[in-house]
């Protein structure tokens, strides 16, 4: 699901080919100058540049792989079309936003609503660039609408408002991105199904639209057409948002969840309605964390990796299919975890080596009760995963042509 949190560590992963190799990897790459030749028998040039590729497999009934068809179902990775050089990717459950270099947006998949901001509602089976919004830092893709955060700290917002969860004090949606007013210093911002969560700089947070289930966290079940503040939050260095759950990670290590808990999604123990974020004692010493349709992710200092919630399509990673009302570690989690991700039936982790491990469901025939690696991925650099679908940005590496 949109919103998730991520963190990747160290430095883009390089490395020089040369002959016939090279020549063929550096097929479209363009030219990038200040990159110094690697010393050996070629005289030095000037390298082709780095680019990143984002590669999708899974669902794609609805585009969401980019793929220019509708294809029902890829087996494996297939590299998106149309795309520059992206840095993070963010899936709602059957539509892709993707953030490059410069600070712009480009979207594909479901656009019924005009989730894709794009100026109509037509269905992108490519993707597109959004217009009229720059120098973005951050987006966040819920069931039927889109956040974006900007280097000014302002929030944008457009899609579907049937729950107010554009923030504008109305009930109308709108196919290209608007400012939210009253938000500044914004620096993180979470999208759900029919609610939307904002971080600001000084560790507070702001909620606004659906609350049938308590997602606002704000003691009542009503529902805001503007962005008010989360009572009792402060110190928040990290948050998400899923179907009809909120999270937020504090300074301290120890997790704050509100919202649906049918599924023991507030890791309580129990099913147990609450009105506002409560602090289940489970969840100490946390990094890194996210959130799925029913279920979520939390990842510790000491590397281990857990989950709780709804697990019928296995996507709590434990080798069964019963619901979790409390965390349970993850069954043979990879090491060096950097970036998780929950989507509608699956879960997935991003290792500092490049691999994607994924468990639960995706596609209607890539299942696995345990994180198994996803072939044909390497290199990655972040991912995201929707309903039945996954997306990662792929690094191609520096490739220096021989004179």
């Known amino acids: 699901m949109s919103g998730t949190t991520a963190q990747h560590h160290g430095l883009p992963r390089r490395r020089v080919l040369t002959g016939a190799t090279a020549a063929a990897v550096a097929a479209g790459l363009a030219p990038a100058a200040g990159l110094a030749a690697p010393a050996g028998p070629f005289p030095p040039v000037p390298p082709l540049a780095k680019e990143n590729k984002v590669l999708g497999l899974g669902r794609n009934d609805s585009g969401q792989l980019s793929l220019n068809n ?17 840095r993070r990717v963010s899936a709602g459950p059957l539509h892709v936003v993707g953030l490059d270099g410069g600070g712009n947006l480009w979207a594909w998949g479901h656009n019924v609503d005009g989730r894709l901001g794009d100026g109509t509602t037509t269905d992108r089976l490519a993707s597109v660039r959004i217009h009229g919004l720059g120098n973005v830092t951050q987006v966040a893709t819920g069931d039927y609408h889109t956040l974006a955060l900007r280097a000014d700290g302002t929030v944008w917002a457009w899609g579907s408002n049937a729950q107010g969860m554009l923030g504008d004090g109305t009930l109308t949606g709108r196919s290209t991105p608007a400012q939210i007013a009253g938000i500044t210093g914004a620096t993180a911002v979470a999208a ?36 008010a503040p989360v009572p009792g939050l402060t110190g928040i260095t990290q948050l998400a948002a899923g179907e009809r759950n909120s999270a937020a990670l504090r300074a301290d290590g120890r997790m704050h969840l509100w919202g649906f808990n049918g599924y023991g999604a507030l890791a309580m123990g129990s099913t147990q309605t609450y009105l506002v974020p409560v602090l289940p004692g489970g969840l100490t010493g946390v990094t890194g964390f996210a959130v799925g349709r029913g279920h979520m992710l939390a990842l510790k200092a000491d590397g281990t990796l857990w989950a ?10 434990d080798g069964t299919t019963t619901w979790r009302y409390a965390p349970v570690r993850v069954a043979g989690a990879p090491s060096g975890v950097t970036h998780l991700a929950a989507g509608g039936t699956g879960s997935l982790a991003l290792t500092s080596s490049g691999q994607v491990w994924h468990w639960g469901l995706l596609g209607w025939s890539i299942s696995s009760s345990v994180p198994t690696v996803v072939p044909g991925i390497s290199g990655a650099l972040h991912a995201c995963v ?18």
């Open 386 to 403: 929707g309903t039945m679908f996954l997306e990662a940005v792929v690094e191609v590496p520096l490739v220096f042509e021989p004179a």
């Open 70 to 86: 509708t294809a029902n179902e890829w087996l494996t990775p297939m590299r998106a079309l149309g795309l520059p050089a992206i």
């Open 192 to 227: 759900g199904t029919g609610h939307s969560v904002v971080l600001l700089a000084d560790g507070t947070v702001l909620a606004w639209g659906d609350n049938t289930y308590a997602q606002l966290g704000d003691g009542t079940l009503t529902s805001r057409l503007t962005p």
């Open 308 to 317: 709780w919630g709804l697990n019928s399509s296995r996507q709590v990673g």
